[in-house]
Structures are given as C-alpha cells and as structure tokens.
C-alpha cells in the first residue's frame, strides 16, 4: 500500500482547506485511514479516522466540529475537509493507513503501518 498526501496550502484564519489521501495497492474501502499533524516542536498528534465502511469516524476534540474525513471509492481517497481553520491547525499533516477495519487504539501511531509523505497546512493570523 502507498500513500500519497496532497491539498495542503496557506489560508487565512476561519478559512477551508480539503486535504486528500490517495491509495495505490490496495481499496480504500479495505483501508482505514486515518489523518495526523504535526507542528515543529511537537510530537505528531491523532486528527481523524474513517473505517472500511465509512461509516465509523473519530476526531480529536480540537478539530471535532469543524473537520470532515470522508472517502471517495471511485478516485480511491480519503480526503480530509477543514472549515474554520484556526493558526494552531498549522502543522504537517500525515495520512495514514492500516488494513483492518477499525483499529481498536485508532489514535495511536503504532496502529498503522502504511504512511504518506506529508502535506503542510499554514493558516495565518
């Protein structure tokens, strides 16, 4: 499985931003993909999570509210929609991939073991 990251950018405080997560090697509907940040000087924190079904999603309580994972089964992606982008969401952020579907410590980074490159997200003051 390969994963690639895309749809990072600047954008202004209380504005949107669509990350997206392609997969190669395997459905997406057989993945759960989950979306993690990084800000310099911190550790990569847990965003969100969808399952195989799309059907289960999970979110940090920072972004619950203003960030949407969905998946898209005909372009083979996970995309990860952010609204009210605030500058504290500035930060790399990761896809994520692992082959079962839901896993059970979601949040946690040893759970996948499938990861993009990384795309940065800045949002300016």
């Known amino acids: 499985v390969q994963l690639q990251a895309s749809g990072g950018g600047l954008v202004q405080a209380g504005g949107s931003l669509t990350l997206s997560c392609a997969a190669s090697?395997?459905?997406?509907?057989?993945?759960?993909i989950a979306w993690f940040r990084q800000s310099p000087g911190k550790e990569r924190e847990f965003v969100a999570v969808?399952?195989?079904?799309?059907?289960?999603?999970n979110y940090a309580d920072s972004v619950k509210g203003r960030f949407t994972i969905s998946r898209d089964t005909v372009k083979n992606t996970a995309d990860l929609r952010m609204n009210s982008l605030k500058p504290e969401d500035t930060a790399l952020y990761y896809c994520?991939?692992?082959?079962?579907?839901?896993?059970?410590?979601?949040?946690?980074?040893?759970?996948?073991?499938?990861w993009g490159q990384g795309t940065q997200v800045t949002v300016s003051s």
């Open positions: 969808i399952s195989w079904s799309g059907y289960n999603t």
């Open positions: 090697g395997r459905a997406i509907s057989r993945l759960s």
């Open positions: 994520a991939a692992d082959e079962t579907y839901f896993p059970t410590e979601y949040y946690r980074e040893r759970s996948y073991d499938h």
